[in-house]
């Protein structure tokens, strides 16, 4: 979270004023405008700079309308650079007048994917080898990168909070709460709702959290660009099961191993599992039973018992979900250093 998490930020910031200035690029290019796109595109080749890679439906969509597939434009994308340069639309008849400098300048710099450009180096965690965070991405991919890292916040919320799935779902933008303690030291919390066992709509209450945790949801409200108020996960997908699967997909494939991330094992994980695994971390310290009561919210002191004893859990068919992520107590701080 902490090493890509602010660098993924400003790409998604850029990627969301580069369809702002596209939604008001709406009127055609004017015949004057041609020269001084004809000094970008000059300069951008005698910069050495990469023409944008066009994406793959825009590709086949050309191919349909009888573009020649050895085109040495096919694969470039035109429109986006008429709308970063002259904030206008850019038509197949613009392309066509300019074809002599777009042709020169993708023969001398070729192709390159749009976002991502010039990644900065981090430290790989296994062996602390800089390697660029990302490879440049399409959008589509930089779209999913975000809802990784979003659904890295959600769990990591999850396994160190212990909150319920619907508490999670009702998790907001400006949740975050800060309070400098007397004689030093600062608690974190985050607002959200009880759900179960309330009057319908819940009831507001606050959790006290880690600093990992408050920061993670930190870095999810500037990926999400969430509204104060708004709800925080419920933009895309809230479904926990898919989220980790895009999670753990994207660790254990080209992208998180390219970083050095260590894979995610097989299995299913989900808040209800995880919840109990905290459960069981926390009764292992002096009074954790009634800390368990307390933080996880139980009606009584009953149900925390009922959360931390081994036989329920294995006659309720969840011995092993849980002891795959909670063998040790610093078990759950894996969910946060996976996402790192």
Same mark, same amino acid.
């Given at each position: 979270?902490?090493?890509?998490?602010?660098? *993924? #930020?400003? +790409? %998604? !910031?850029? /990627?969301?004023?580069?369809?702002?200035?596209?939604?008001?690029? $709406?009127?055609? @290019?004017?015949?004057?405008?041609?020269?001084?796109?004809?000094?970008?595109?000059?300069?951008?080749?005698?910069?050495?700079?990469?023409?944008?890679?066009?994406?793959?439906?825009?590709?086949?969509?050309?191919?349909?309308?009888?573009?020649?597939?050895?085109?040495?434009?096919?694969?470039?994308?035109?429109?986006? *650079? #008429?709308? +970063? %340069? !002259?904030? /206008?639309?850019?038509?197949?008849?613009?392309?066509?007048?300019? $074809?002599?400098? @777009?042709?020169?300048?993708?023969?001398?710099?070729?192709?390159?994917?749009?976002?991502?450009?010039?990644?900065?180096?981090?430290?790989?965690?296994?062996?602390?080898?800089?390697?660029?965070?990302?490879?440049?991405?399409?959008?589509?991919?930089?779209?999913?990168?975000?809802?990784?890292?979003?659904?890295?916040?959600?769990?990591?919320?999850? !396994?160190?909070?212990?909150?319920?799935?619907?508490?999670?779902?009702?998790?907001?933008?400006?949740?975050?709460?800060?309070?400098?303690?007397?004689?030093?030291?600062?608690?974190?919390?985050?607002?959200?709702?009880?759900?179960?066992?309330?009057?319908?709509?819940?009831?507001?209450?606050?959790?006290?959290?880690?600093?990992?945790?408050?920061?993670?949801?930190?870095?999810?409200?500037?990926?999400?660009?969430?509204?104060?108020?708004?709800?925080?996960?419920?933009?895309?997908?809230?479904?926990?099961?898919?989220?980790?699967?895009?999670?753990?997909?994207?660790?254990?494939?080209?992208?998180?191993?390219?970083?050095?991330?260590?894979?995610?094992?097989?299995?299913?994980?989900?808040?209800?599992?995880?919840?109990?695994?905290?459960?069981?971390?926390?009764?292992?310290?002096?009074?954790?039973?009634?800390?368990?009561?307390?933080?996880?919210?139980?009606?009584?002191?009953?149900?925390?018992?009922?959360?931390?004893?081994?036989?329920?859990?294995?006659?309720?068919?969840?011995?092993?979900?849980?002891?795959?992520?909670?063998?040790?107590?610093?078990?759950?701080?894996?969910?946060?250093?996976?996402?790192?």
């Amino acid at each position: 979270m902490e090493t890509i998490g602010p660098l *993924l #930020v400003a +790409e %998604a !910031a850029a /990627a969301r004023a580069a369809d702002q200035h596209e939604a008001a690029s $709406r009127r055609s @290019l004017l015949i004057t405008e041609v020269a001084g796109l004809r000094e970008v595109i000059k300069r951008r080749r005698e910069t050495g700079l990469p023409a944008a890679r066009a994406a793959e439906a825009t590709v086949t969509q050309r191919l349909k309308r009888g573009w020649d597939p050895d085109d040495p434009l096919l694969h470039m994308s035109w429109h986006p *650079l #008429v709308v +970063e %340069a !002259a904030g /206008a639309m850019g038509h197949r008849r613009d392309l066509e007048t300019l $074809r002599p400098e @777009l042709e020169r300048w993708v023969s001398e710099c070729g192709l390159q994917q749009p976002w991502c450009r010039d990644a900065a180096p981090v430290p790989r965690p296994d062996d602390g080898t800089l390697v660029p965070w990302t490879l440049p991405m399409a959008r589509h991919q930089l779209d999913a990168t975000v809802y990784v890292v979003t659904s890295a916040a959600y769990f990591l919320t999850s !396994a160190l909070c212990g909150m319920r799935s619907s508490e999670l779902a009702e998790l907001t933008s400006g949740c975050r709460q800060q309070e400098e303690r007397p004689g030093g030291g600062t608690r974190y919390r985050l607002v959200s709702r009880r759900i179960k066992g309330e009057a319908f709509g819940g009831t507001e209450d606050a959790w006290v959290v880690t600093v990992d945790v408050h920061r993670a949801i930190a870095i999810a409200e500037a990926l999400t660009n969430t509204a104060p108020g708004e709800r925080l996960f419920a933009k895309a997908s809230n479904n926990s099961g898919r989220r980790y699967t895009a999670l753990s997909a994207w660790v254990n494939g080209e992208y998180g191993q390219r970083l050095g991330l260590e894979p995610i094992p097989d299995g299913p994980v989900n808040p209800r599992a995880l919840r109990r695994t905290l459960a069981m971390a926390i009764a292992q310290r002096p009074h954790g039973l009634m800390v368990v009561k307390l933080h996880l919210k139980h009606v009584s002191v009953a149900t925390a018992e009922g959360y931390v004893d081994p036989r329920e859990l294995h006659q309720m068919g969840e011995k092993p979900q849980v002891a795959s992520s909670g063998r040790r107590p610093d078990g759950l701080q894996r969910y946060y250093e996976l996402a790192v």
